[in-house]
Every structure is written in C-alpha cells, then in structure tokens.
C-alpha cells in the first residue's frame, strides 16, 4: 500500500493548504467540509537543510538531515534528507517512510533522496 502526505484544497478558491487550516487563507471560508484532500507531489527543489547531531536515543543515528522542499505545486514541506552531501537547488524525490521508530509504534513522514 502506498502512503500519501495530502494537501487540502478549498472548494471555494481553489487554493492549496498544506498543513490543513481550519480556515482558508485565500477566500477565509471555515467550513471543514469545503476542503478537498489532494496527494502532493514526490518531486521538488531542496530549498536549505541542516543536520542534527544530537539527537534522543529513540532514532538511533548519530546525524540527521532536515531539508526544506518546494514541490513541484508550489507547496513548501520540511522533510528528512537521505541524502549523503546536499547541495542547495538539487532536486529531490520523496516518499513516505518511517521516520522514527519506537518500541511499538513507527512515525511516518516524508523522506528525500537525490532526483
């Protein structure tokens, strides 16, 4: 089964929301029911990232990259890097992966790796 990140569009104006808002930023509609959920794209543009190195034990890596991406919709998401040397402007395809896992539970999220 493939895990989608969504978007939600309004009804109303048709602008894109990503994460979802109670109300739209475009038209100022509020209705949860006047929203669309929409698959955002896997392809993008590495916008800036960072590396954190001190982490909790639970992700048991010694580093992990975050990077900003702009989507091919225009939508602008942070997200892993499994990306060994990024480079600001490269682009990049994500998927839905775990991005932490516990004793019980896996927390998903979107991974990128080099286009």
Known sequence: MERNIYAYRCRSCDTLHYPFRMRCKGCG???????DPVALPT????LTFTFVHNLPAEYEVARLGLGVVELDNGIRMLGQLDIAAPVM????????GVVRHETYD???GMVFTAA
């Open 29 to 35: 509609q509020n209705d949860f029911f006047e929203f």
């Open 43 to 46: 392809h993008g543009k590495l």
């Open 89 to 96: 402007g490269m682009e990049v395809t994500g998927r839905v």
């Open 106 to 108: 896996d927390f998903h």
